[in-house]
């Protein structure tokens, strides 16, 4: 039998659902709140054709729980939540609907704040920012950041850094093979960045015709998107799915590292132990891509949107990621469930601060 509300909420320790309905306009949206300890719940608000209400319910809160335990790693002072809009981006959009979302944003009075995700964009979110300044990711012309993917492309790069360091005693990409799967906003930025740094880089996309772009741009071997993941390399850098290290693909990595932008590149957790047994170094993706979210949040700062600023704070996660192999080491376990210890110590110990003078 299928989970009632209530029982998925306890499942990770949720602590709002709100709905947002609207008949003309068609508004059917959810964001969900996970964890408030260590400030604001911050995360995007994705548009999407759910099949069903209950698949957007479970997707809102897998989804906010991730961002709590991103916002959390990268020091953040941000707890995580979600929007998802329950419909088709190109078919159910309209300025309607994404300010009425704006405005029931505004209710929550700055318990969440949101930007861009899969099926919104910045232009999206400028509209809505016209009924609450509680939407983030506006456009430059508005004051905000803009666009973000080379911010995050970034973050990955100082993770491979710190992933190179313990693995070959030097951080320096120069000389490095890396293989990137998937060459969108953050792929490409990515091999940008690692060309510019003297790696070696190759490439792979469905989108074939993006792929000959890139390449001819950079400079860059394109191979069989079904083949990139087999090279043998430094480093695979997997930017485009979810899923991709899993029970079919991890016997065919002939890499060291593995460090990249997808979300949720791990199918099941126990493929994190899988990589390890194996001798490759997982950098977990919530601890390497979260440079968006930092460049992002720059503009709530007091003196509004630092560029400059905003990437120092991108380039703490080489920090991070070498806390994150440091702790795995000392503990004897996986990256990834480092990287949750991390992030629980910290909430655990934010909430023990709270509550010592309430
Ligand atoms: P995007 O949609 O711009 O790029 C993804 C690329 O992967 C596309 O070019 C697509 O054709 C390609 N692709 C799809 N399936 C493929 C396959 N099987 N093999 C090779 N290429 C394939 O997306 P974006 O923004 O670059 O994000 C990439 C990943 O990083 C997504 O999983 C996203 O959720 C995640 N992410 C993105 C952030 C951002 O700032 N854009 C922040 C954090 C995570």
Not at 105 to 113: A, P, Q, S, T, Y
Not at 246 to 268: F, R, S, Y
Request: net charge negative.
């Amino acid at each position: 039998m299928e989970k009632s509300i209530f029982e998925l909420m306890e499942e990770y320790d949720y602590e709002n659902i709100f709905f947002c309905q609207e008949k003309t306009l068609g508004l059917k949206a959810i964001i969900a709140i996970h964890n408030t300890t260590l400030g604001p719940a911050a995360g995007g608000c994705r548009m999407w054709p759910y099949e069903t209400e209950a698949d957007a319910i479970k997707d809102a809160l897998r989804l906010a729980r991730g961002m709590t335990y991103k916002n959390a790693a990268a020091g953040l002072p941000y707890g995580g939540g979600k929007c998802v809009i329950i419909g088709d981006p190109k078919r159910d959009k309209n300025e309607g609907l994404l300010r009425l979302l704006g405005r029931f944003i505004n209710r929550l009075d700055g318990l969440f704040l949101t930007g861009v995700d899969v099926g919104t964009t910045i232009q999206d979110m400028d509209i809505m920012r016209l009924e609450s300044p509680h939407v983030v990711t506006v456009s430059e012309a508005m004051g905000g950041p803009g666009d973000s993917g080379f911010a995050t492309a970034f973050g990955v790069f100082q993770g491979i850094r710190a992933c190179l360091k313990e693995v070959y005693g030097s951080p320096l990409p120069q000389g490095r093979a890396v293989a990137v799967q998937g060459v969108g906003a953050v792929g490409r930025e990515l091999v940008k960045q690692l060309v510019e740094t003297g790696a070696i880089v190759s490439i792979a996309d469905v989108d074939q015709e993006k792929a000959k772009q890139v390449a001819a741009q950079y400079n860059v071997e394109v191979v069989e998107p079904e083949n990139i993941h087999r090279l043998d390399v430094d480093v695979y850098s997997p930017c485009a799915l979810g899923s991709v290290l899993n029970d079919q693909t991890i016997p065919e990595l002939h890499c060291k590292i593995v460090c990249g932008c997808a979300n949720n590149q791990l199918a099941e957790e126990r493929h994190g132990d899988l990589l390890t047994q194996q001798g490759i170094l997982y950098a977990p993706d919530y601890i390497v891509n979260a440079g968006g979210v930092v460049y992002n949040v720059e503009s709530l700062s007091p003196g509004g949107f630092n560029r400059q600023h905003a990437l120092e704070g991108v380039a703490h996660i080489y920090r991070t990621m070498g806390n994150v192999i440091a702790l795995a080491k000392e503990q004897n376990i996986p990256t990834y469930r480092a990287a949750d210890t991390l992030v629980e110590q910290r909430i655990a110990l934010v909430r023990k601060v709270k509550s010592l003078v309430v």
